[in-house]
């Protein structure tokens, strides 16, 4: 396992990242790696080394004249009827005279920056970069943004209201935009971001969402849940709306996520009922037409808000059982399905069903949480494989799973439950986070967990799925501001995450100030 390599929380603050690879932060490597005459070919004259500074390769021999043989900065014989380079008419590097030293420019180098060599003894300067461009940054003077450091904040979007703007929801499309539901004062507004924090579009939706209330599908089309969970509304890339369903009556929507082929599912569960609540799939089509419902535990008493599709299209469920319950698992000879979970402990779940076989469960993965234990998984996501990744939240006591066993005596701790694609449990990792609110999950098998303000910082944690820890990045906070709670995985490639400040706040790259009471903020991290 990896092991952060930070002595303290507060020396990771800000724009700092506590890695494995190196003690204290992130590496940030050199800007410009200066080349050498050797390598470039050179033996004569002065040339640049690529980072705005100038190499001395030598002096020709006699009978040689630099760029003679009409090779820049290469001593050679000049042309101009067979003559000896010094005799006749002017051969020296540089001379007006005869077939001599024909000097290069800064545009046939493929140079727009720094200094070079013309070739025939002299340099010449080939200009600046400009603003965040870097001179040989990745090439010998030619102007680049420079790398960046994993966990860098590469920008925070500003998004204000008339007051109190809060996100809800957040998801990005495979054309890198992002978006999500702004709440403010009471009345939410469908936005979209492109790839480098630009608002493109804002659309009314009516009443604020619930639970994890957006998905997208690969065409770019939204669905939102609004109206208090009671509705999903779809609209397409462009913000037009298409159409809207209904939740079964006395029924409300807990979670939402879009399948490969347009179509999507919902947690749904019953309100005001005596009893254990009822908790079910609903999976419909891209038209929003049911293909199948399933109640996800025949009894006992369960909470489910974790929801995402796997590559085959099987759906994966997280939550958590209270006491013990039977999930709705397909018996051969009228077997009965197992009882899952512990009395007098709330246990923590992974469900896949099946969705060729109309939302039969095809497994389920419990952790122990131990006797009076209290445990939950707030959400899902799955890899390329298909690999499961529960983000899990734990209080005092300890969980038990894939042959590991997590102790937390501080109060609320954070967990990653891996599964996988088969079922079978691949290992359980406890967090640097503690309030945890959202996962996101990178399909090349690498997952972000985000943990809410809690002791002065905002936690974001990149694990590979291995059970190795990449990075963590903290922000430091105050009485919950700014608070994060959305995150979302990019198919461009980077994570985002989503929530609000007030005041003056500086999230990595500058303060930035407030623009009313509380203003939304848009993340997105250097992976």
Not at 251 to 274: C, E, H, K, P, V
């Amino acid at each position: 396992m990896g092991r952060i390599a930070c002595a303290a929380v507060l020396g990771c603050l800000l724009s700092m990242a506590c890695s494995t690879q190196q003690a204290g932060m992130a590496s940030t490597g050199p800007a410009c790696t200066p080349t050498t005459c050797a390598a470039q070919g050179k033996n004569c004259g002065s040339a640049g080394d690529g980072c705005g500074r100038t190499l001395e390769c030598g002096s020709c021999p006699s009978g040689l004249t630099c760029g003679g043989g009409g090779l820049a900065n290469v001593c050679g014989t000049s042309g101009g009827g067979g003559s000896d380079a010094g005799s006749g008419g002017g051969s020296d590097a540089g001379s007006g005279g005869g077939g001599g030293c024909v000097a290069t420019t800064c545009a046939q180098q493929g140079a727009d920056c720094g200094t070079i060599s013309d070739g025939c003894g002299s340099t010449l300067s080939c200009g600046s970069c400009g603003p965040g461009m870097s001179c040989g940054a990745g090439r010998p003077n030619v102007c680049a943004a420079p790398p960046r450091h994993p966990s860098e904040t590469v920008w925070a979007a500003d998004i204000p209201g008339s007051g109190s703007s809060r996100p809800f929801g957040l998801v990005a499309d495979r054309d890198g935009n992002v978006i999500t539901s702004i709440n403010t004062d009471g009345v939410a507004r469908l936005t979209k971001l492109d790839s480098s924090g630009r608002l493109v579009w804002q659309r009314p939706v009516g009443n604020v969402g619930w639970g994890k209330s957006l998905a997208v599908t690969l065409e770019g089309a939204i669905y939102y849940v609004a109206e208090g969970g009671t509705v999903v509304s779809k609209y397409g890339p462009d913000g037009t709306f298409w159409y809207s369903v209904n939740a079964p009556p006395g029924y409300r929507i807990a979670g939402i996520a879009a399948d490969s082929a347009g179509g999507f599912a919902t947690i749904i569960f019953q309100l005001f009922q005596t009893g254990p609540t009822h908790y079910a799939i609903d999976r419909r089509n891209a038209e929003g037409g049911i293909v199948w419902s399933r109640t996800l535990a025949f009894s006992g008493d369960i909470s489910a808000w974790g929801l995402a599709f796997d590559p085959s299209g099987d759906v994966l469920v997280g939550g958590y059982v209270s006491g013990e319950a039977q999930f709705a698992e397909r018996m051969p000879n009228g077997q009965q399905p197992p009882v899952r979970g512990r009395r007098g402990s709330n246990t923590p779940f992974i469900v896949k069903l099946s969705d060729s076989d109309t939302g039969w469960v095809k497994w389920v993965q419990t952790a122990d949480s131990g006797a009076n234990g209290n445990a939950h998984i707030i959400d899902v996501g799955t890899t390329a494989i298909g690999t499961a990744v529960g983000l899990g939240q734990m209080g005092w006591g300890t969980v038990s799973y894939a042959g590991s066993v997590l102790t937390e005596n501080q109060g609320e701790r954070g967990f990653l439950m891996v599964a996988e694609h088969d079922g079978a449990p691949r290992f359980l990792q406890k967090l640097s986070g503690t309030v945890m609110t959202a996962l996101a999950v990178d399909p090349a098998g690498d997952a972000y967990a985000l943990s809410a303000c809690f002791r002065s910082v905002i936690s974001v944690e990149r694990w590979h799925l291995s059970g190795d820890q990449r990075w963590v990045r903290y922000f430091p906070c105050d009485n919950g501001n700014p608070w994060l709670s959305w995150a979302a995985f990019s198919p461009r490639g980077w994570p985002v995450f989503a929530g609000y400040f007030s005041g003056t706040i500086d999230f990595g790259n500058g303060p930035q100030r407030a623009q009313a009471k509380e203003d939304s903020v848009i993340l997105r991290l250097e992976p």
